[in-house]
């Protein structure tokens, strides 16, 4: 299975991105999926995960009420619209998919990842 992120780039703060993250084949239909992102010297964080049915969402505290997730089983995808972006932002976003059918933050209950999309913004 591979993952392919895109939708990154450079915006200034208070901007909007939305990410998007297309799957190779529908492997994840019956998956949770979730973003994380790294910053530039720091570790992998979790960012936001909803699950198979697309019924329940979580989200970091640090970007709840601003980031959305969302996703499409018929077109096996998962999107992350972003609002208000802050500085602090920015980082490479992953997209992954989970073990099992529920939500999760933990990274390491997810098996495939993508590769990534850079997003940066500046202030």
């Known amino acids: 299975v591979q993952l392919q992120a895109s939708g990154g780039g450079l915006v200034q703060t208070g901007g909007s991105l939305r990410l998007s993250c297309a799957a190779s084949?529908?492997?994840?239909?019956?998956?949770?999926m979730g973003w994380f992102r790294q910053a530039p010297g720091k570790e992998r964080e979790f960012v936001a995960t909803?699950?198979?049915?697309?019924?329940?969402?979580y989200y970091a505290d640090s970007v709840r009420g601003r980031f959305t997730i969302s996703r499409d089983s018929a077109k096996n995808t998962v999107d992350l619209q972003m609002n208000s972006l802050k500085p602090e932002d920015t980082g490479v976003y992953y997209c992954a998919v989970a073990l099992g059918p529920t939500t999760t933050t933990d990274d390491r209950r997810y098996r495939y990842w993508g590769r990534g999309t850079l997003v940066t913004v500046s202030s």
């Open positions: 909803i699950n198979w049915r697309g019924s329940d969402t």
């Open positions: 084949r529908r492997t994840n239909s019956n998956n949770g």
